[in-house]
T-cell receptor, first 113, second 110 residues
């Protein structure tokens, strides 16, 4: 079964450092997403990406965040200057159509110290 | 602020029983409705979606949608211990964002 691949599975970084989280969506999917889940809390929308541009973003997705599709397979989330409150599980997801349910990756646990 | 509300549980049912999970949403413009299952420490996994009023069945799972009442439910028949997980209700308005509820924890006792 096709899957969304995320790396690394766990990242520890110092406050103020930049991190890049990587994702390989399912190859025939056209819509890509980043969500995050702080421990014990809801899955929160960060950003959606379609046709090589951001289609929607949340209030959380401020100037510290950026996304990129550097080639035909990878989809990345960059956090420029990490804060303690950025510690969370970050999920990449993809879907074939915008109204479809998602296939989620296994997540990257980001710990900011 | 668009909201998706779920009872956090835990909901405890004996093996073989029917588990009933409920969800309400605030945005009347919502168009697509999803149920995801999330095991502890894992990512959400799509189990059902429903777009139209009424019932939709897939194996042991039945999703029910009532747009007038802004209510979605998930029934799990013949519950198994492996169904023990957190069930997330999720809603989209036809745009590019899905809003998730906080989830209901289900325990199925063997």
């Amino acid at each position: 079964e096709p899957e969304v691949t995320q790396t690394p599975s766990h990242q520890v970084t110092q406050m103020g450092q930049e991190v890049i989280l990587r994702c390989v969506p399912i190859s025939n999917h056209l819509y890509f997403y980043w969500y995050r889940q702080i421990l014990g809390q809801k899955v929160e929308f960060l950003v959606s990406f379609y046709n090589n541009e951001i289609s929607e973003k949340s209030e959380i997705f401020d100037d510290q965040f950026s996304v990129e599709r550097p080639d035909g397979s990878n989809f990345t989330l960059k956090i420029r200057s990490t804060k303690l409150e950025d510690s969370a599980m970050y999920f990449c997801a993809s879907s074939e159509a915008g109204s479809d349910g998602y296939t989620f990756g296994s997540g990257t646990r980001l710990t900011v110290v | 602020q668009k909201e998706v509300e779920q009872n956090s549980g835990p909901l405890s049912v004996p093996e073989g029983a029917i588990a009933s999970l409920n969800c309400t949403y605030s945005d009347r413009g919502s168009q697509s409705f999803f149920w995801y299952r999330q095991y502890s420490g894992k990512s959400p996994e799509l189990i059902m979606f429903i777009y139209s009023n009424g019932d939709k069945e897939d194996g042991r799972f039945t999703a029910q949608l009532n747009k007038a009442s802004q209510y979605v439910s998930l029934l799990i028949r013949d519950s198994q211990p492996s169904d023990s997980a957190t069930y997330l209700c999720a809603v989209t308005d036809g745009g590019f964002k899905t809003i998730f509820g906080a989830g209901t924890r289900l325990f199925v006792k063997a």
